[in-house]
C-alpha cells in the first residue's frame, strides 16, 4: 500500500514527509489556486521539499486534447522528475492519455466516478487512475464499491495500471478502499494523521509510562 498528501501548502507537505512513508504529492488546481502562487514558483518549491525520487503529480487546466498535452509539456519542465501528468477521464481527455502515453509522459487519469472511465484510461495505457471516493459518495454512490469493481477488472485483465484513490472525507473510506484494492491512497494531512490516530493506543502508551515512571522516577530508558 502506498500512500500520498493531496496537498499544494509547502509547509504542510513538508510536515507530512517529515512523519509518514510517502511516495509522493497530489496537486489539483483548486488546491494550486489556494495557494495563490503561480506554478512556476510552486512546483520547483514543491520538489526541492520531497526529493527527486517521489512521484508529483500535477493537473492540467486546458479542456482540449492539444492544449492538454502542451499542458504536460509545460508541467513536465517545471516538476521535474517523477512527474505524473493528471489529466481528467473526459473525452478529449482521453485523447490526450493516449498522445501522452505514447510521448513517454507517466499520466494519471483523475476525476474517476465510474469503473468504465478506469477501463477506457487503463487501455490507454496510464500508470494510474484515481476515483474520487467521496466525492462519490455523497452523491449518492458508492465509491469503495467502484474501486472493488475497478481493482477486480484490472487484476482480471492484469493491467499494471494502479488505484490511487482519492477524495476522502474520513479514515473508514481509507480502511474500506485499501481493502478493496485501491494500491494507493492520496490523502490531506489530516486524514494522514487520522490513520494512526486510536484512543487504545494512546491508553496504552500512557500506561506504559505510567507504569515506568512509577517504578524507575522518570520516563527515560537509561538516565535515571
Ligand atoms: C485527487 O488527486 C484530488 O486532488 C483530491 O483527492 C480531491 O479530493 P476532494 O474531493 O477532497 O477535493
Redesign the pocket.
Known sequence: MRFLV?AADIEEIRRAFETYPLSGV???P??VARQGLELPRLLPAIREVIGADAEL?VQVTASDAPRMVRDAYSLSELAGPHVFI?VPVTREGIKAMRQLVDEGFAVTA?SVFAANQAFLAGAAGVAYV?P?V??LDEAGGDGETMVRDIATAFATEGLVTVILA???RDVAQVERCCLAGAGAC?L?PALLDGLVAHPLTEDAVARFERDWVARFGSPALLER
Open positions: 493531496d497530489t496537486t489539483n483548486s488546491s503529480h493528471k483523475t484515481a474520487y467521496n466525492r482519492a477524495s476522502f492520496t490531506p
